[in-house]
């Protein structure tokens, strides 16, 4: 769980802990390069088609694995090592960008390309979103737990502020191939960040359930419970 908390003001309790720290700077770099290339990838859709449509489609593929695949996603953070799979996502997150770098940066880009790199991000952003938090939560432990939330959601807000600010100087400037290269790199601060931390996130003794199993008992939790039900 890293470090023990010392003394902080509530709001800030959470960065008593030496991984979160870690992970929270890492998060906040590869987060404002995720806003940059949300503006990016709109822009070169329009460039390429100039179809509303189109712009469209590409959220749909690029959001429609949330809605999905959520229940999977959260079952299988479960039964694996959370940091390593972390890794994974945020490398497959990484090699996505860094392709569309390369294929707008030699003039080969078309609509295609964008659509599946999108459904790409998609597939690896449902499964990290779940691993995450419940990554987050063992690193900081339910008396700094608060905290993280806050200042995650801090984070969250900071970056979607300065991300699509940066990409629409950094697209005016050199175009919509750095902004994709610049998405790249910072997913390489995550990876440092979680290559350094003492938490594994390893998965908790239970009884052995398929994962069909636990998709049911997800989804059964969900109908029985007002608040969740209602959101």
Not at 41 to 50: A, H, M
Not at 122 to 143: C, H, I, S, Y
């Amino acid at each position: 769980m890293g470090d023990p908390p010392t003394r902080l003001p509530g709001p800030l309790r959470a960065f008593a802990h030496r991984d979160f720290r870690l992970f929270w700077s890492g998060q906040l770099v590869s987060l404002i390069g995720t806003w940059m290339q949300s503006v990016a990838q709109s822009w070169l859709v329009l460039e390429l088609t100039n179809s509303p449509f189109l712009l469209g489609l590409v959220g749909t593929l690029q959001f429609a694995p949330v809605l999905f695949f959520s229940f999977f996603a959260g079952a299988l953070a479960d039964r694996l090592p959370k940091r390593r799979l972390i890794i994974t996502t945020q490398s497959v997150m990484c090699v996505q960008a860094m392709l569309l770098a390369a294929l707008v940066h030699r003039g080969h880009v078309q609509f295609w390309h964008v659509a599946v790199m999108a459904t790409v991000y998609g597939l690896a952003n449902t499964v990290d979103m779940p691993t995450r938090q419940a990554f987050v939560a063992e690193m900081v432990g339910k008396e700094s737990l608060r905290s993280a939330i806050a200042l995650n959601s801090t984070m969250f807000n900071g970056a979607r502020v300065v991300g699509p600010a940066l990409a629409g100087l950094v697209i005016a400037r050199w175009g919509t191939a750095v902004a994709f290269f610049f998405n790249g790199l910072s997913f390489l601060a995550v990876i440092a960040a979680l290559s350094a931390l003492h938490t594994a996130g390893l998965p908790r003794l239970r009884a052995a359930r398929s994962l069909r199993e636990e998709f049911g008992v997800g989804v059964a939790y969900a109908i029985r419970s007002p608040r969740v039900a209602s959101e």
